[in-house]
């Protein structure tokens, strides 16, 4: 099945980077997206940033707690992000945590899709299997 939608971000918490060498540094934040669509919720991420002297070099990874409901069924699951900007050569990938889902939702398996567009809007598509 797939889920289409938009979301909204809200307080991004950065904390003072924990390691910091050579222009390398690792830092935390905590964030949290509200879901619109066929995904409706509330998601909490924790990520760890690794940013460099290049300004298009960049990582993160994060897990993400997703509570709502997904095409009429409620519960939640977690997903892991791992990001990857090479000289702005881009990857993402988000993928469903196996047996985090809750719920309506419990033997949730899939991959999130996200978009930014160029006005900064943020949507997704979730494709999944229940």
Do not use: C
Request: aromatic residues 6%; glycine residues 12%; negative net charge.
């Amino acid at each position: 099945m797939t889920a289409k939608g938009t979301f909204d971000t809200a307080g991004w918490d950065a904390k003072p980077p924990f390691d910091e060498r050579d222009g390398v540094s690792l830092g935390l934040v905590t964030l949290t997206k509200t879901f619109h669509g066929d995904l409706t919720g509330t998601g909490v991420v924790t990520m760890m940033v690794a940013t460099t002297p290049v300004e298009d070099s960049r990582s993160y990874v994060a897990l993400e707690r997703i509570e709502g409901t997904l095409h009429g069924r409620s519960g939640s699951f977690v997903v892991q992000h791992n990001a990857v900007s090479d000289a702005g050569d881009q990857s993402l990938r988000i993928t469903v945590v196996p047996d985090s889902a809750t719920g309506e939702l419990r033997g949730l398996r899939g991959e999130l899709a996200i978009v930014i567009a160029s006005d900064g809007g943020h949507s997704y598509t979730f494709d999944y299997r229940l």
